[in-house]
């Protein structure tokens, strides 16, 4: 159980273009999902905080016009990188809390190249 | 300043070996996770530590949390190579509203 899908795993996309990536809870609810990016050798850093049915909170120095965050439902946030730059390159992951018991699962992250 | 200060950055040893890696704070914890992460993937939770002093073992991994609930250390008992990967630990602070905090990493890596 408590397993987080990511879709796609990879994508490389070209400067300008727009990016949609979904992260979905396929065996409980998740009122909540966090987005995270990784850079190559660093840990993860919080990007925000996806609230189903309400709007994202964002950390501090995270531009929300340019990541677009939607949590439509119980099962499903997702995570639009508008205009992508080539410094968008990152390594994305998302997780999910569990609306039950509290716990945080993650999911198998997206690598975004931009070209 | 980072919340939570991981040590060593990067670990490379021969299997078989022990290691220690730590994380450490100034501030106390209610709870303090560790995570290994592989090339490619996302974290996964290896143990949650959550009472001063308490000692959790998960087969060859030793994870302490200190009495002060301000550090924890993962020991790894005769190290495979399939141990390689990143070592995190987080918190997820009350002032922070549960959104966890990651430490910097430790790479280890374990050569046959």
């Known amino acids: 159980g408590a397993v987080v899908s990511q879709h796609p795993s990879w994508v490389i996309c070209k400067s300008g273009t727009s990016v949609k990536i979904e992260c979905r809870s396929l065996d409980f609810q998740a009122t909540t999902m966090f987005w995270y990016r990784q850079f190559p050798k660093q840990s993860l850093m919080l990007m925000a905080t996806?609230?189903?049915?309400?709007?994202?909170?964002?950390e501090q120095g995270v531009e929300k016009d340019k990541f677009l965050i939607n949590h439509a439902s119980l099962t499903l946030s997702t995570l639009t990188v508008t205009s992508a730059h080539p410094e968008d390159s990152s390594f994305y992951i998302c997780?999910?809390?569990?609306?039950?018991?509290?716990?945080?699962?993650f999911g198998p992250g997206t690598r975004l190249t931009v070209t | 300043t980072q919340l939570l200060e991981q040590s060593p950055q990067f670990l490379s040893i021969q299997e078989g070996e022990n290691l220690t890696v730590y994380c450490n704070s100034s501030?106390?914890?209610?709870?303090l996770q560790w995570y290994r992460q592989e090339p490619g993937e996302g974290p996964v939770l290896l143990v949650t530590v959550v009472t001063g002093g308490e000692v959790k073992k998960l087969k060859r991994l030793t994870f302490q949390f200190g009495d002060a609930r301000k550090d924890s250390s993962l020991h790894i008992t005769a190290a495979q190579p399939g141990d390689t990967g990143l070592y995190l630990c987080?918190?997820?602070?009350?002032?922070?509203?549960?959104?966890?905090?990651f430490g910097a990493g430790t790479q280890v890596v374990v050569t046959p």
């Open positions: 987080a918190v997820a602070p009350r002032a922070r509203w549960g959104k966890l905090q």
């Open positions: 996806s609230n189903e049915g309400s709007k994202a909170t964002y």
């Open positions: 501030s106390v914890f209610s709870s």
């Open positions: 997780s999910a809390r569990d609306s039950a018991y509290y716990e945080q699962y």
